[in-house]
T-cell receptor
């Protein structure tokens, strides 16, 4: 059963800490994306990767970092430089056309 | 600068009636449009899409209309069912971009009343 898995579902972070959100897919998709959702706003693109070992900044990349060492995996690190990290984070992968598949999300809360 | 706008944050409709969700865009390069449905604490799921070469696409109870001159698209759900209650996002992209990134609207919360 192909799909995309995000973990953990809920994450709490103390101020000043870095945290890493996991995203794994077994759909054999080359492209992967990280989005952030805030209340009353759409999904905003943080980073994307079209192929292994390559990634590009999206619209709101500041305070975030990513890596793409394997096709299946695209982890997102929320660094202490991110001023307002509390949000719902969504990972997606895409086929060659417009077929996006989203994970079920990680809710990050700064405590 | 919001390139994709959903100006109605919420919509309530009686079960069995038509739901119409609207979306406007400003970037004339967009040539592919999608609608996603999202439940709380879950990822969006694809609903229906339309290419700019068409003005209508239908899939069961869901129909998307595209008016390129007005840069406007709408999603019609007929008949509406309580299970349709969710947040609906419209998204747009352009096929000339190799990354085929999507730009999302802010979403409309649809509530279908029994």
């Amino acid at each position: 059963d192909g799909g995309i898995t995000q973990s953990p579902k809920y994450l709490f972070r103390k101020e000043g800490q870095n945290v890493t959100l996991s995203c794994e897919q077994n759909l054999n998709h080359d492209a992967m994306y990280w989005y952030r959702q805030d209340p009353g706003q759409g999904l905003r693109l943080i980073y994307y990767s079209q192929i292994v070992n390559d990634f590009q900044k999206g619209d709101i990349a500041e305070g975030y970092s990513v890596s793409r060492e394997k096709k299946e995996s695209f982890p997102l690190t929320v660094t202490s430089a991110q001023k307002n990290p509390t949000a719902f984070y969504l990972c997606a992968s895409k086929d060659e056309v417009w077929g996006y598949t989203f994970g079920s999300g990680t809710r990050l809360t700064v405590v | 600068d919001q390139q994709v706008k959903q100006n109605s944050p919420s919509l309530s409709v009686q079960e069995g009636r038509i739901s119409i969700l609207n979306c406007d865009y400003t970037n004339s390069m967009f040539d592919y449009f999608l609608w996603y449905k999202k439940y709380p604490a879950e990822g969006p799921t694809f609903l229906i899409s339309i290419s700019s070469i068409k003005d209508k696409n239908e899939d069961g109870r869901f129909t998307v209309f595209l008016n390129k001159s007005a840069k406007h698209l709408s999603l019609h759900i007929v008949p509406s069912q309580p299970g349709d209650s969710a947040v609906y996002f419209c998204a747009a992209g352009y096929t000339s971009g190799s990354a085929r990134q999507l730009t999302f609207g802010s979403g409309t919360q649809l509530t279908v009343l029994p």
